[in-house]
């Protein structure tokens, strides 16, 4: 029996925003009935902000779960701010899903990717469609996806985020080569809008608030490449081992959550 957090069997139970939008401005889908777990995510966006969202979901409560909250999730959020939504942040606002449950908040996070995806006309054309997994269905781009956003390093973590392996596991051999490119070891795969959402993030929600503890902050001013300029504010600009932080903890934190090529430049006034 797994176990669920409350959170989780509350929008199992009582899931919010089931349904359709007939006239929904964008649909994303993910899953595949053959595969046991389908979903279908339905947008209304006025002046690029999401105004309503619904869904129609086919699989296992962790999936009707995930599909409910993440509804709740965008409704409100700018169209830029829905696409830094990761599968992590489902789990996270759920309460946490059992590892071999984390295809779900997977699904959900392609699903919206997609929606997204088909309303703004833009697309990664950088990683193929090519399916790797035909037992479920799961494409390149979804495992590369998959290691690159959660850090992952074995067979059994792809399958639990995808459930590519699962079945006839004929495809273990792509995945592994997979793994051995792209894991965290390996090359990243951040689009450079992708790169530059994510540094943000990991600025805003973890190495500002630390900083800030001690007085001090840090603002994010340019990315090009692997090369990230910043400002120290506070404290922080008028310490003496300003680049100790930079290096020891600004920089490392964005190689373990970003990339490992990453290079943190500060910018003096």
């Given at each position: 029996?797994?176990?669920?957090?409350?959170?989780?069997?509350?929008?199992?139970?009582?899931?919010?925003?089931?349904?359709?939008?007939?006239?929904?401005?964008?649909?994303?889908?993910?899953?595949?009935?053959?595969?046991?777990?389908?979903?279908?995510?339905?947008?209304?966006?006025?002046?690029?902000?999401?105004?309503?969202?619904?869904?129609?979901?086919?699989?296992?409560?962790?999936?009707?779960?995930?599909?409910?909250?993440?509804?709740?999730?965008?409704?409100?959020?700018?169209?830029?701010?829905?696409?830094?939504?990761?599968?992590?942040?489902?789990?996270?606002?759920?309460?946490?899903?059992?590892?071999?449950k984390m295809h779900c908040s997977v699904m959900g996070h392609?699903?919206?990717?997609?929606?997204?995806?088909?309303?703004?006309?833009?697309?990664?054309?950088?990683?193929?469609?090519?399916?790797?997994?035909?037992?479920?269905?799961?494409?390149?781009?979804?495992?590369?996806?998959?290691?690159?956003?959660?850090?992952?390093?074995?067979?059994?973590?792809?399958?639990?985020?995808?459930?590519?392996?699962?079945?006839?596991?004929?495809?273990?051999?792509?995945?592994?080569?997979?793994?051995?490119?792209?894991?965290?070891?390996?090359?990243?795969?951040?689009?450079?809008?992708?790169?530059?959402?994510?540094?943000?993030?990991?600025?805003?929600?973890?190495?500002?608030?630390?900083?800030?503890?001690?007085?001090?902050?840090?603002?994010?001013?340019?990315?090009?490449?692997?090369?990230?300029?910043?400002?120290?504010?506070?404290?922080?600009?008028?310490?003496?081992?300003?680049?100790?932080?930079?290096?020891?903890?600004?920089?490392?934190?964005?190689?373990?959550?970003?990339?490992?090529?990453?290079?943190?430049?500060?910018?003096?006034?």
């Open positions: 029996m797994w176990d669920y957090s409350e959170k989780v069997m509350d929008h199992y139970r009582n899931p919010r925003n089931v349904g359709k939008i007939d006239d929904a401005d964008a649909i994303g889908q993910a899953g595949a009935l053959s595969c046991g777990d389908e979903l279908k995510i339905y947008l209304k966006i006025e002046n690029d902000v999401i105004v309503d969202a619904k869904f129609q979901t086919f699989g296992c409560g962790s999936a009707v779960a995930s599909s409910s909250i993440l509804t709740e999730m965008i409704i409100g959020k700018t169209v830029e701010d829905a696409l830094k939504i990761t599968n992590e942040d489902i789990a996270e606002e759920l309460g946490g899903l059992p590892p071999e392609e699903a919206l990717i997609d929606a997204l995806k088909n309303y703004t006309h833009t697309n990664n054309d950088n990683v193929s469609e090519k399916v790797i997994c035909t037992c479920f269905g799961v494409t390149e781009r979804m495992i590369i996806e998959a290691i690159t956003e959660n850090n992952l390093t074995t067979l059994q973590d792809v399958t639990n985020y995808t459930k590519a392996g699962g079945a006839c596991g004929r495809c273990k051999g792509l995945i592994q080569e997979l793994l051995n490119k792209y894991s965290k070891s390996g090359v990243s795969t951040l689009t450079p809008a992708q790169k530059i959402l994510k540094v943000n993030k990991v600025i805003e929600e973890i190495i500002a608030p630390e900083l800030q503890k001690d007085g001090g902050d840090i603002e994010l001013i340019d990315i090009q490449d692997n090369e990230v300029y910043v400002k120290l504010h506070g404290r922080c600009s008028e310490c003496k081992k300003s680049t100790v932080t930079l290096k020891a903890f600004v920089e490392t934190t964005l190689k373990d959550k970003v990339s490992k090529d990453i290079i943190v430049i500060e910018l003096k006034d």
